[in-house]
């Protein structure tokens, strides 16, 4: 059973940033692939971004250039960086590794 945790969510003003992170009990280089998705009130849940092979980066297009994913050097850690945050970015945030599922990390815009 792989594990999934997230963190770093809390308040933040617009145009400020984010690190999320997520600790994985199985490194993305066995596991492959890890997604980030994020669910506001009321709204469908969405994918935000993909790291696969811990190289291979895909982010969705209405993040325009404002996120980043990346990985610590053993693969166990996973942290997207979302920049010039905007109150549509709130949300839940939530990793998913080989349909496995953290608990999610709340984002809340506090401007």
């Known amino acids: 059973q792989v594990r999934l945790e997230e963190s770093g969510g809390g308040l933040v003003q617009a145009g400020g940033s984010l690190r999320l992170a997520c600790s994985a009990s199985?490194?993305?280089?066995?596991?492959?692939?890890m997604a980030w998705y994020r669910q506001a009130p009321g709204k469908q849940l969405e994918l935000v971004a993909s790291?696969?092979?811990?190289?291979?980066?895909n982010y969705a297009d209405f993040l325009k250039g404002r996120f980043t994913i990346d990985k610590n050097a053993n693969g166990f850690t996973v942290f997207p960086q979302m920049n010039n945050m905007n109150p549509d970015d709130s949300g839940v945030y939530c990793c998913?590794?080989?349909?496995?599922w953290g608990q999610g990390t709340q984002v809340t815009d506090s401007s």
């Open positions: 998913d590794q080989g349909g496995h």
């Open positions: 199985e490194s993305i280089f066995r596991r492959k692939a």
């Open positions: 790291l696969t092979d811990g190289v291979s980066r």
